[in-house]
């Protein structure tokens, strides 16, 4: 299990943080991170609010309670909503694919909305290029390169 000393510190280097850097961002004394990643100290639950805040994750996840960085209140307020939802499409004879519906300017469903929102296109960008940075993700790339490098060369 992950303690929380190991979660700030791989968030803070994952971000490129040094310590006083975090220190002074999120307005700590500048030993306090070290403190808090060596288990010389422990971050009161006001530091936690603001550690979990400034990483975008939920409290259990900066713990080590759990390995989902997702904060409830994101889902139960629709954090991924740049705006509000469009109203019910009209019955329709077809179904379209999400894509053709979202881009011809119809209503479309809640889904349609959260598919379209700006903050879900840069959250899956970001996952899928973390994704194509690791070793699967590149082997992945060079089999799609030499296969469509064959096929042009037919």
Not at 27 to 39: L, N, V
Not at 119 to 136: G, H, S, Y
Not at 140 to 154: G, M, P, S, V
């Amino acid at each position: 299990m992950v303690t929380l000393a190991q979660r700030i510190e791989e968030l803070r280097t994952a971000k490129g943080l040094s310590r006083p850097a975090l220190a002074a961002a999120l307005g700590f004394p500048r030993t306090a991170i070290e403190k808090f990643e060596t288990g010389r100290q422990t971050p009161t639950q006001d530091q936690q609010n603001k550690l979990a805040s400034y990483f975008g994750v939920s409290l259990f996840y900066l713990r080590g309670e759990t390995n989902d960085t997702t904060q409830m209140s994101d889902w139960m307020d629709g954090a991924f909503l740049d705006e509000p939802a469009p109203a019910p499409a009209p019955k329709r004879a077809a179904v379209k694919p999400v894509a053709a519906a979202s881009s011809s300017g119809e209503g479309g469903t809640m889904f349609d909305a959260f598919l379209t929102s700006k903050k879900f296109q840069e959250a899956l960008r970001t996952a899928v290029l973390d994704t194509l940075r690791t070793p699967e993700g590149q082997e992945i790339l060079a089999k799609a390169i030499r296969k469509e490098l064959t096929n042009r060369q037919k």
